[in-house]
């Protein structure tokens, strides 16, 4: 059986829709050649020109691969075919020089792609639902709003506190958190999203728009306080109606839990709560040193 890997493009959809994934409405066959195009690569395995399996990577600020995609062919399960796949588009994603940082992030009731990042050898970093809302009421006190933070500087003086001198998770986007550095964080961004203080000036919460199928308003709140702080679920609110307001599609309110972080909602929570998602991930410092010594 002749097996092959090469890197798909958008009229390779035709040989995507001969697979057997047993995946009904499939993300990845909606937006295939998206997948395919700009900051988003795809590689395909086959078997006898068969594609048995197809995963790839997306680039974030120019050095974070963010593997996925992950898709295999039912009739060819059981061979390793997915493992093999993603140990090529890992080699082909350190041959890009401005890669600091690969790593995969996957739901974890999803056992057979978890099963694929341990035999890859990428470490868990954390894991956080993606809580969704409409309502958060529940949480409010009827306080007055936290203080808009309008200057650059500061900021770019709580992203350098809370996340980047501990290389913190950061979610940058909903489903995509990323250890923090100074690249993930471009001034024109950071200028774009709401920052906002309590009056003591010891909190801050961001609030930036994103759209995947819905609209959201992403809020970042790194503590575990979030339901004993008085006028910041009223300051969320307002930010929501606004976005709401924007557009005509489905829009929530997002927030990433830990699982202890999502023990402490109240009982009468709005918040759906999915399958919790694991971040892994490896700099590509580390990926570099493990292959020297192999050698």
């Known amino acids: 059986m002749t097996k092959t890997i090469r890197r798909l493009h958008a009229n390779d959809y035709s040989l995507y829709t001969t697979m057997d994934t047993g995946i009904e409405n499939d993300y990845v066959g909606r937006v295939f050649q998206n997948l395919t195009t700009g900051g988003n690569i795809l590689y395909g395995l086959f078997l006898d020109g068969q594609l048995a399996s197809v995963g790839g990577y997306s680039i974030y600020r120019e050095q974070y691969a963010m593997l996925g995609r992950l898709r295999s062919d039912r009739r060819y399960r059981g061979q390793d075919l997915a493992t093999e796949l993603m140990e090529h588009v890992i080699h082909e994603a350190l041959n890009d020089d401005h890669i600091k940082w690969i790593g995969a992030n996957t739901q974890e009731d999803n056992l057979p792609a978890r099963r694929v990042l341990e035999k ?28 808009p933070v309008t200057k650059l500087a500061r900021k770019k003086e709580w992203l350098e506190k809370l996340f980047i001198q501990s290389e913190g998770i950061f979610p940058y986007e909903c489903f995509y958190p990323f250890p923090a550095s100074e690249q993930l964080f471009k001034e024109d961004e950071v200028e774009y999203w709401k920052f906002y203080e309590n009056d003591s000036k010891t909190r801050c919460l961001i609030t930036k728009p994103d759209r995947k199928r819905y609209h959201f308003l992403h809020m970042i709140y790194p503590w575990s306080d979030f339901t004993k702080q008085k006028g910041l679920w009223e300051t969320v609110t307002r930010d929501y109606r606004k976005l709401a307001e924007m557009h005509e599609d489905e829009t929530y309110i997002w927030k990433d839990l830990t699982k202890e972080e999502a023990a402490l909602l109240p009982e009468n929570h709005a918040f759906k709560l999915p399958s919790p998602w694991i971040l892994h991930g490896k700099k590509t410092s580390e990926w570099h040193a493990v292959h020297q010594v192999v050698k």
């Open 120 to 147: 890859l050898g990428l470490p868990t970093h954390i894991m956080l639902h993606g809580a969704m809302t409409k309502d958060v009421s529940m949480l409010e006190s009827g306080a007055p709003l936290w203080n």
